[in-house]
């Protein structure tokens, strides 16, 4: 076995093939393998932190219609409390209106009770100053003088 110069000269030239690729070849490609696995490794954390971004955003827009939910339920609570205090103070008002009218009513009605009463307290005046004038007309005969008044008393009635 006798090693001889052209082997020699091919192992030259082979781990000079060698050194040259390593340099020239392997070394940028493992530079770009390795930026490639760096983008990747930043692209999911991204991915990760924007998972995790989406979670807290859906969280706090729970958290924002949940409170928009207890806002409107607290407006609409507050609202029909309005409404039912605006209910009774139409209710309040209407009966004493009522009251009123009513109190107005039997003011009248006692007026006219009243009114009616001068009426008729003058009526039986001239009724008794009418039947007076004729008793005293007339003789003093009792029979005559009642039977003279009833008779007055109830023309005047039927005149009425």
Same mark, same amino acid.
């Given at each position: 076995?006798?090693?001889?110069?052209?082997?020699?000269?091919?192992?030259?030239?082979?781990?000079?093939?060698?050194?040259?690729?390593?340099?020239?070849?392997?070394?940028?490609?493992?530079?770009?393998?390795?930026? $490639?696995? $760096?983008?990747?490794?930043?692209?999911?954390?991204?991915?990760?932190?924007?998972?995790?971004?989406?979670? $807290?955003?859906?969280?706090?827009?729970?958290?924002?219609?949940?409170?928009?939910?207890?806002?409107?339920?607290?407006?609409?609570?507050?609202?029909?409390? =309005?409404?039912?205090?605006?209910?009774?103070?139409?209710?309040?008002?209407? $009966?004493?209106?009522?009251?009123?009218?009513?109190?107005?009513?039997?003011?009248?009605?006692?007026?006219?009770?009243?009114?009616?009463?001068?009426?008729?307290?003058?009526?039986?005046?001239?009724?008794?100053?009418?039947?007076?004038?004729?008793?005293?007309?007339?003789?003093?005969?009792?029979?005559?003088?009642?039977?003279?008044?009833?008779?007055?008393?109830? =023309?005047?009635?039927?005149?009425?």
């Amino acid at each position: 076995m006798s090693i001889d110069l052209t082997f020699i000269g091919q192992i030259v030239v082979f781990l000079t093939l060698v050194w040259l690729m390593k340099k020239h070849l392997y070394g940028p490609m493992n530079e770009l393998m390795e930026a $490639r696995s $760096r983008k990747i490794a930043e692209g999911l954390a991204a991915a990760e932190a924007g998972q995790d971004a989406k979670a $807290r955003a859906e969280a706090e827009v729970e958290k924002q219609l949940a409170k928009a939910r207890r806002d409107a339920q607290a407006i609409l609570s507050k609202a029909e409390s =309005r409404a039912a205090e605006i209910n009774e103070e139409a209710v309040h008002k209407a $009966r004493s209106d009522a009251e009123q009218i009513i109190a107005a009513g039997k003011e009248e009605i006692e007026a006219a009770v009243e009114r009616a009463r001068q009426e008729l307290r003058s009526e039986v005046a001239s009724i008794a100053l009418s039947a007076a004038e004729q008793i005293v007309q007339a003789e003093l005969d009792a029979k005559r003088h009642t039977a003279l008044i009833e008779s007055i008393i109830e =023309r005047e009635y039927q005149q009425a």
